[in-house]
């Protein structure tokens, strides 16, 4: 009952590099999401796939692009990675809009 | 914009005493609130949650009371322990013009500490 698994825990990247951060639940859920915690700040929306096949904009997408590769896997990619994306990235799912399972984060430093 | 808030960053209580951490949002299209814990270095956990159609709803010794009315959102915690330690977020659930989830929208949090 792993839940919602994410990889890599840790990363620190230079600026303008690419790097992709991996997301997998195994719980059959249809939605799942991309968020991004900055300190002392509640979670914000990146984008999101409310079913295999479709993704939408958050409420921060810009620098961000994600892949639903199939319903287990949600992946988020950083093209050229910018200091101010510094920041906690935490992925969830939900079966139909509750529910909600965040995974345990991805920490990810930009220099 | 719209967006949910919380009234006060930190809360600090006496082990044992009962807690109250409250909340305000501002969509009335929001038909689903969810209370979160989150402990250092860790995500978001589910403590309890509820729809737009109760005003009320009791978990193991927490409690949400929901106003909508005056758009106010609470969670009670009896008789906090050493554990209960953490921020808390509320958050709503939005709905799409088709009436799809597309995400959680979360306030800014409280820090709940625990006094010995």
């Known amino acids: 009952n792993a839940g919602v698994t994410q990889t890599p825990k840790f990363q620190v990247l230079k600026t303008g590099q690419s790097m992709t951060l991996q997301c997998a639940q195994d719980?059959?859920?249809?939605?799942m999401y991309w968020y991004r915690q900055d300190p002392g700040m509640g979670l914000r929306l990146i984008y999101y796939?409310?079913?295999?096949?479709?993704?939408d904009k958050g409420e921060v997408p810009n620098g961000y692009n994600v892949s639903r590769l199939n319903k287990r896997e949600f992946s988020l990619r950083l093209e050229s990675a910018a200091p101010s994306q510094t920041s906690v990235y935490f992925c969830?799912?939900?079966?139909?809009?509750?529910?909600?399972?965040f995974g345990s984060g991805t920490r990810l430093t930009v220099v | 914009g719209e967006s949910v808030g919380l009234h006060l960053p930190t809360l600090s209580v006496q082990e044992g005493d009962n807690s109250i951490i409250n909340c305000a949002y501002s969509?009335?299209?929001?038909?689903?609130f969810i209370w979160y814990k989150q402990e250092s270095g860790k995500g978001p956990q589910f403590i309890i949650d509820?729809?737009?159609?109760?005003d009320k709803r009791q978990g193991q010794r927490v409690t949400v009371l929901l106003n909508k009315t005056v758009k106010h959102l609470s969670l009670q915690i009896a008789a906090t322990q050493p554990g209960d330690s953490a921020v808390y977020f509320c958050?709503?659930?939005?709905?799409?013009?088709?009436?799809?989830?597309?995400?959680?929208?979360f306030g800014k949090g409280t820090h709940l500490i625990i006094q010995p």
């Open positions: 796939s409310a079913s295999e096949g479709t993704t």
């Open positions: 509820i729809r737009s159609n109760m």
């Open positions: 969830a799912s939900s079966l139909i809009g509750d529910g909600y399972t």
């Open positions: 969509n009335s299209a929001s038909d689903y």
């Open positions: 958050a709503e659930n939005r709905r799409d013009s088709g009436g799809g989830a597309d995400g959680l929208t």
């Open positions: 719980m059959n859920h249809n939605s």
